[in-house]
């Protein structure tokens, strides 16, 4: 306890130095230096530890290097986010610093508290892990809401492609209409299906959206641009997708608070009760009119 109160002493000690220092020295204060260093803006405290880590992070990236396939999996899902960073230097990134947080925790060793630098350790294992999965539900976010929206597109392809197959065309007068996640994904096919084969456009598509209706809309729209007819496939599918959605929007509504299953069952009483009063009122007033 004696050498922390040592520590923290001379902590406020040497703060204290330099402020009065500062004053009586005229040396200009921290404000004015950051507006000279930083004319477009100080960075922010991720940047500023990203600068400090890069000599770690740069030696990490060798020591562990990302396999060819993860390395493109990475770059399709940093492309959806827009996220500018190289996988491996972002993934050595991470790395670097959840194991500057674990030396970090072996400070609390000479100090008498080893549990602590024991639950640093584990935190640093821990953060590394969160920022992986941080970004799969990033990924997983816009693909639901991509899903969410297929019903929509699907419905309209059934009833325009019917009589008209022109793929870019039907993509880019959906493109007003459509959602910002499903946009983006747009904007990125008709640029492949302007410059390059459609068929590997659809499939690029099909790689960047990890998604089994989309990948069922793309087998039938390889068969448009074959020539072949798809629209029994289309409305099969069509059926399909919503039967799918509604049963996700079931699944949605069991995990949601109990009050809503309150408020569902409150309402379906109303419906019994507005079909019900007037068929009894009606019953009654045949009665009267019988004599009972």
Known sequence: MSLILRLIFAALMSVG???VAGRLLYLPPAR???AIRYPHGK???EEQAARLLRPVTALLEKLFPMSEYRRQRYEADFARLGIAIPPQEY???QMARSLFLAVLGLAFIPLGIPWLSVLTGIA????YFQSTQ????RVEALNQAIDAELPRMVGTMECVLGSNRDLIGFFSRYRRVAGKELGREL?????DLQTGNQELALRRMEGRVQSSNLSALIMVLLGVDQGTDQRTSLAILSRDIRTKERELLRRRMEKRPGRIKTACFLLTIEMILMFMVPLVM???GTLTEVGF
Not at 124 to 127: E, K, Q
Not at 134 to 137: G, P, V
Not at 187 to 191: E, G
């Open 17 to 19: 130095l330099y402020l």
């Open 32 to 34: 004015t230096r950051d």
């Open 43 to 45: 960075p922010s405290f």
């Open 91 to 93: 993934m050595a990134g």
């Open 124 to 127: 640093a294992i821990l953060a």
């Open 134 to 137: 941080k970004l799969k539900k």
């Open 187 to 191: 904007d990125v096919l008709l640029t």
């Open 282 to 284: 009606m019953i009654v």
